[in-house]
């Protein structure tokens, strides 16, 4: 019996030796399709932020940061403060060598549940685009909610 722990099964079975927006989305997915994708997001997030006039966050967490698209994003938005986590050890060592001199990006390895236990901050957004549905565990899916819930600054989006 195969038994999926998502701790290991990125770095074994998912990633080779790439690690980029694409192959967040998928082992097989193309240039264009990852850009249609992340550029559908982008635009949905911005008219959101448009239609309710909702300041761009300045503090953000990225659940699942894969390649850091979303953690650029938020960058790019004005963000002053951005955590990441990810359960992927590559995916981590990537990002901790690309933001190893931003002091404004901290990066760490593991669950959320866990990260956000341990970093305990307040943050405008936290950001699972596209990771939620990982954790296959309902009992820790709701434990994940409820510790995203707390981390949350009054008036902050999910």
Not at 68 to 83: D, E, N, Q
């Amino acid at each position: 019996m195969y038994l999926y722990k998502s701790e290991t099964w990125w770095d074994k079975a998912f990633y080779g030796e790439e690690i980029a927006d694409s192959k967040t989305i998928s082992k097989r997915t193309g240039q264009i399709a990852t850009l249609y994708h992340y550029a559908s997001v982008e635009l949905l997030i911005l008219r959101h932020f448009s239609r309710y006039a909702i300041e761009p966050p300045d503090c953000a967490f990225d659940v699942g940061s894969g390649a850091s698209h979303w953690i650029r994003f938020y960058k790019k938005l004005g963000a002053s403060k951005c955590v990441g986590v990810d359960v992927s050890a590559k995916c981590v060592e990537l990002l901790s060598n690309q933001y190893a001199e931003d002091d404004s990006v901290s990066i760490y390895h593991g669950v959320c549940e866990n990260i956000l236990s341990e970093v305990r901050g307040k943050y405008d957004i936290v950001n699972a685009i596209g990771v939620m549905f990982h954790i296959v565990d309902d009992e820790e899916w709701s434990r994940n909610i409820c510790k995203v819930s707390d981390s949350l600054q009054e008036g902050a989006i999910l």
